[in-house]
């Protein structure tokens, strides 16, 4: 019994962690430059779908590597909630993968350590685009303050809502993976009152309906995530949103 629940000391390895950590910024920077290449017409759509479509399949695998043996690091005695919450956000990572392609055209040649803020004035658009960026990289501290200088200005953005929700949800489980019990309590209502704002404010809004399926999944309430699942559904969402939430659905039914 000691021997399936222990550690190996391989998964425990810091020099094999810090490798897969390359690999995953490798192919992150691989998806962007992909993108480049595809919007200046140097590469056919084909191509371009061919590589995209592996370049995020080896990036996710990397991520969940990453993620299991970040688990497996902090796995001093885990409690049954915060290894529920732990098991689906792995699959919730690959979200930011999916998605991260997106961003090459706002972020540009822009540096991992360069500053968002400067003389550059950036459009409502290139601003989000900036705090996905900064959430892609890890970098939760600057892109839950770069979502709040948006809501700052906007409140109602369902954009910024939504993602700063899914923002805060996430780091709610981390908090509560390292035992920061009322931290990651808090952290998760405030991230699930932000994505209730945002399905309120646009109920069209299929990213919100996601993060909320899964959300509600995550804590066992299968009710409430199918209702938001059946809402999801109808509003034709984006493929890698759509096998996102399947993903995360797959062993519940929805009758």
């Known amino acids: 019994m000691t021997e399936a629940t222990t550690p190996t000391r391989r998964q425990l390895d810091p020099d094999r962690l810090a490798s897969l950590e390359e690999e995953r910024d490798f192919l992150l920077r691989s998806l962007d430059d992909l993108e480049a290449e595809f919007q200046a017409g140097d590469i056919d759509e084909a191509d371009y779908t061919q590589l995209h479509s592996d370049y995020t399949a080896r990036a996710a695998d990397t ?10 690091i902090a796995a001093a005695a ?10 689906w956000v792995v699959g919730l990572t690959v979200f930011a993968v ?9 972020v540009g040649e822009r540096g991992v350590n360069d500053q968002i803020t400067g003389s550059i004035e950036l ?4 601003q989000f685009l900036e705090c996905q960026f900064l959430d892609q990289q890890g ?6 303050q770069c979502y709040g200088d948006i809501l700052e200005i906007d409140p109602g953005n369902v954009e910024a809502l939504s993602y700063r929700g899914w923002l805060l949800v996430r780091i709610s489980t981390e908090a509560a993976r390292l035992g920061r019990t009322d931290e990651s309590e808090e952290l998760l209502l405030l991230g699930k009152g932000a994505l209730l704002d945002a399905t309120q404010i646009d109920p069209s809004f299929a990213d919100a309906r996601a993060f909320r399926t899964i959300v509600f999944n995550g804590e066992g309430d299968t009710e409430a995530a199918c209702a938001e699942l059946a809402i999801f559904n109808t509003l034709n969402p984006p493929e890698f949103m759509r096998g996102l939430v ?9 009758t």
Not at 63 to 72: G, K, L, Y
Not at 98 to 106: E, K, R, T
Not at 139 to 144: F, S
Not at 246 to 252: F, L
Request: hydrophobic fraction near 35%; proline fraction near 4%.
């Open 63 to 72: 991520i969940r590597s990453i993620e299991n043996r970040r688990t497996a």
């Open 78 to 87: 885990p409690s049954r909630s915060v290894g529920r919450i732990v098991s």
């Open 98 to 106: 999916g998605a991260g392609w997106l961003l090459a055209q706002a």
């Open 123 to 126: 459009s409502p658009r290139e």
């Open 139 to 144: 970098r939760a501290d600057e892109a839950n």
């Open 246 to 254: 399947e993903q995360n659905m797959a062993e519940v039914n929805c």
